[in-house]
């Protein structure tokens, strides 16, 4: 287990300020830029956890709805050890102790007024809660993965697909917004670190990491290094680094395709016509070749024993496969359905009409 770990734990210290009576107003002006710095997430990251709250509420009642049945599934045991995360994500109240720790920094340099500043355990302190919920995002990140796998393999499957896709939309949204979560934690992790570097240093803290790369998957790392754009501060007119990443560089959609629109006055070439008819004969060849395939399998039937094999088969045949089979229009109730009509109608004192009955009745079931 990581050794830092351990610290997020540890009691917060006194919430305090130092008077510096000789402090430099360019130090000062340093912090206080990286301070507003983190400041501009405050609002993304509210907005963000709440999105994620609320998530979370969905995926507790659905999961609540869903024990009975699914208790001892693997994916539904994977999606109690992800809404078990996210629970302890959402009761890592970073962003108060954040929130604390920056209303102890001035908002404006000014030589006429003294200077406090907080303590360097209260940043410390601040330091470790933002890697703590760093940690917990990425594993959100994880177990939103696997919850995902799982999901899509019961989706093909085809078993209660319909609770796994409604248990891969929930995943899937938390997903998305704890990634940008993770990007407004690390700006506001390496902004703190600025603040750190320059408070006076009045004891010996943990060596902490410069960024949250070893939380972040390679293709958020890349975005996030990429995105780092030079601004300029209002307030001060200095050009500092800022994060800027949306949520379209998490989604892989690909480049967008420009349909050609046909005037209204363009009349079709003779090569489309041409092309449709084509088209349209093979459509029909392909219909007339399916029904004369279902004619002869029905046609070479000629006794009791043949008719009993046929339905024993197409019984066996939609199980592997219904869409493959001669019978994929009915259902299992409509087929269960014909078939005892058909066992009924074998009446052995008039085999050739019981037979030409029966298959009557199962090609109009068919058409």
Same mark, same amino acid.
């Given at each position: 287990?990581?050794?830092?770990?351990?610290?997020?734990?540890?009691p917060?210290?006194?919430?305090?300020?130092?008077?510096?009576?000789? !402090?430099?107003?360019?130090?000062?002006?340093?912090?206080?830029?990286a301070?507003?710095?983190?400041?501009?997430r405050?609002?993304?990251?509210?907005a963000?956890?709440?999105?994620?709250s609320?998530?979370?509420?969905?995926?507790?009642?659905?999961?609540?709805?869903?024990?009975?049945? !699914?208790?001892?599934?693997?994916?539904?045991?994977?999606?109690?050890?992800f809404?078990k995360?996210?629970?302890? !994500?959402?009761?890592?109240?970073?962003?108060?102790?954040?929130?604390?720790f920056?209303?102890?920094?001035?908002?404006?340099?000014?030589?006429?007024?003294?200077?406090?500043?907080p303590?360097?355990?209260?940043?410390?302190?601040?330091?470790?809660?933002?890697?703590?919920?760093?940690?917990?995002?990425?594993?959100?990140?994880?177990?939103?993965?696997n919850?995902?796998?799982? $999901?899509?393999?019961?989706?093909?499957?085809?078993?209660?697909?319909g609770?796994?896709?409604?248990n891969?939309?929930?995943?899937? =949204?938390?997903?998305?917004?704890?990634?940008?979560l993770?990007?407004?934690?690390?700006?506001?992790?390496?902004?703190?670190?600025?603040?750190?570097?320059?408070?006076p240093?009045?004891?010996?803290?943990?060596?902490?990491?410069?960024?949250?790369?070893?939380?972040?998957?390679e293709?958020?790392?890349?975005q996030?290094?990429?995105?780092e754009?030079?601004?300029?501060?209002a307030?001060?007119?200095?050009?500092?680094?800022?994060?800027?990443?949306?949520?379209?560089?998490?989604?892989?959609?690909?480049e967008?395709?420009? =349909?050609?629109?046909?005037?209204?006055?363009?009349?079709?070439?003779?090569?489309?016509?041409?092309?449709?008819?084509k088209? $349209?004969?093979?459509?029909?060849?392909?219909?007339?070749?399916?029904?004369?395939?279902s004619?002869?399998?029905?046609?070479?039937?000629?006794?009791?024993d043949?008719?009993?094999?046929?339905?024993?088969?197409?019984?066996?045949?939609?199980?592997?496969?219904?869409?493959?089979?001669?019978?994929?229009?009915?259902?299992?109730?409509?087929?269960?359905?014909?078939?005892?009509e058909?066992?009924?109608?074998?009446?052995?004192?008039?085999?050739?009409?019981?037979l030409?009955?029966?298959?009557?009745?199962? =090609?109009?079931a068919?058409?």
């Amino acid at each position: 287990m990581d050794p830092l770990l351990k610290l997020v734990l540890d009691p917060p210290p006194i919430s305090t300020t130092i008077h510096h009576p000789a !402090f430099e107003t360019g130090i000062l002006k340093k912090i206080i830029r990286a301070k507003w710095k983190i400041k501009r997430r405050f609002e993304e990251i509210e907005a963000d956890l709440l999105i994620v709250s609320e998530e979370f509420k969905l995926l507790s009642h659905v999961l609540y709805k869903n024990h009975n049945r !699914f208790h001892n599934d693997k994916g539904y045991k994977d999606l109690r050890m992800f809404e078990k995360t996210l629970q302890k !994500f959402l009761n890592h109240k970073f962003m108060k102790s954040l929130t604390g720790f920056l209303g102890f920094i001035p908002d404006s340099p000014s030589t006429q007024m003294k200077t406090y500043l907080p303590t360097q355990a209260m940043g410390h302190h601040t330091h470790l809660q933002l890697y703590g919920a760093a940690a917990f995002l990425a594993r959100v990140e994880m177990l939103s993965k696997n919850c995902a796998l799982l $999901d899509v393999q019961r989706l093909n499957l085809g078993h209660f697909w319909g609770v796994a896709a409604q248990n891969l939309a929930v995943v899937g =949204r938390i997903w998305l917004v704890c990634r940008h979560l993770l990007v407004g934690v690390q700006t506001c992790y390496s902004g703190l670190g600025e603040v750190l570097a320059e408070l006076p240093k009045d004891v010996e803290n943990a060596r902490l990491p410069a960024n949250l790369f070893n939380f972040m998957p390679e293709d958020l790392v890349e975005q996030v290094q990429k995105a780092e754009a030079l601004v300029v501060d209002a307030e001060t007119g200095v050009e500092v680094t800022e994060m800027r990443v949306t949520v379209e560089d998490f989604l892989d959609i690909g480049e967008p395709v420009k =349909r050609i629109k046909l005037s209204p006055q363009q009349e079709p070439s003779l090569l489309s016509l041409n092309k449709k008819r084509k088209k $349209d004969d093979t459509t029909i060849a392909a219909e007339v070749v399916g029904t004369s395939e279902s004619k002869d399998a029905l046609s070479s039937i000629h006794n009791f024993d043949q008719m009993k094999e046929f339905l024993r088969e197409e019984t066996q045949s939609r199980k592997v496969s219904r869409k493959s089979s001669l019978t994929s229009k009915l259902n299992q109730d409509s087929w269960k359905d014909l078939k005892k009509e058909v066992l009924d109608n074998l009446v052995p004192t008039i085999p050739n009409k019981s037979l030409k009955l029966c298959r009557k009745l199962i =090609r109009s079931a068919i058409k």
